[in-house]
């Protein structure tokens, strides 16, 4: 007998993207701006955002998520600029999906939000195939990793809209070479919008803030 | 890494289809894109651990790989980019539309009769 082929054709992670397509319309609706950061591990995404969050907290009603496989610790950190955060602990996934996020925001009002910011796990592999609804994805880079990352790693930045390079104040001493990473990032995602930062001293936190505060003109 | 987790999701909707379907999964097909982010020796790696125990445990995982094809809006091109360089190699405008590369598609499943 021969045997039967079934044509599914459907996205693998169908189930993701629909729940993230439910999630966009819900930010939507409730007009809150979503924007989700990626990185690998220890590039500066905690400190990055703590110090986004503490400008942005007085004049916006803001609110974070953020993703680690264990410990509440960067929750912690996050809660001293704003009140409204929410650790998702993966436990083994090295990701944030959809169905973890809808889950976080459980209770919470969206409409009495400007702003939801989201940290994923650090990780510049497994994130880049979830759609968790947000409306801006940025991929951040510090100056003490290497120059060719984003050569390294294409698809992360191929999938985020904005590449943020972090740890500028220590560009000097970790002899970053910053045009060369600027041509790489470019070279994988032509045209990306690049701002370099450093939550430090504060250098380009005043651009980050007036980028995403744009963004919700569009909202 | 996540390759478990697109594993996973792939035995979910095969249950669905098998259920509807009826009848034990010989072969399942799926197109993984160079852009996708999933690496294809990781997801049949993935999969040889995910289908044990399940009623998936002797299907095959069959992966057709799709390259990164790109279009350029300027002079209308179309090539076979590598991930990290996909600039036109004709007119070097860099800025290219993906045609393909980013699937990551569940595309059929062979049943036994």
Not at chain 1, 37 to 51: A, D
């Amino acid at each position: 007998m021969t045997p039967r082929l079934i044509e599914v054709r459907a996205n693998i992670l169908k189930e993701n993207d629909v729940l993230a397509r439910a999630l966009r319309e819900r930010f939507e609706r409730a007009g809150v701006c979503v924007v989700s950061f990626v990185s690998s591990p220890g590039s500066g995404k905690t400190t990055f955002l703590e110090n986004l969050m503490a400008r942005m907290a007085a004049k916006h009603r803001i609110a974070a998520l953020v993703g680690d496989l264990a410990t509440e610790n960067d929750a912690a950190r996050l809660r001293r600029a704003c009140p409204r955060v929410r650790q998702i602990t993966t436990g083994t996934a090295c990701h944030l999906d959809a169905k973890m996020v809808a889950a976080a925001l459980e209770g919470w009002a969206l409409e009495d939000l400007d702003y939801l910011f989201i940290e994923n796990v650090g990780n510049l592999v497994c994130p880049s195939s979830y759609d968790l609804g947000e409306q801006m994805r940025v991929v951040l880079l510090s100056s003490t990793e290497g120059e060719d990352k984003p050569l390294k790693y294409p698809t992360i930045f191929n999938t985020a809209d904005v590449a943020m390079i972090t740890k500028m104040d220590l560009a000097a001493a970790a002899e970053f070479d910053l045009a060369a990473a600027r041509r790489n990032i470019l070279t994988v995602r032509p045209g990306m919008r690049i701002v370099e930062v450093s939550a430090k001293t504060g250098a380009g936190m005043a651009e980050t803030e007036a980028m995403i505060e744009g963004l919700r003109a569009v909202v | 890494m996540h390759e478990l987790s697109i594993a996973l999701s792939m035995m979910e909707q095969m249950e669905q289809q098998a259920a509807k379907h009826g009848g034990a999964v010989r072969s399942v097909q799926v197109r993984i894109g160079d852009m996708s982010g999933v690496d294809c020796e990781a997801l049949r790696f993935a999969w040889q651990i995910a289908r044990e125990g399940t009623p998936f445990a002797r299907t095959e995982l069959e992966i057709e790989k799709v390259p990164l094809l790109v279009r350029c809006p300027q002079c209308g091109e179309t090539h076979e980019a590598e991930m990290f360089a996909i600039a036109c190699p004709r007119c070097v405008t860099p800025e290219q539309e993906i045609l393909t590369g980013r699937e990551l598609e569940l595309r059929s499943m062979e049943m036994e009769t």
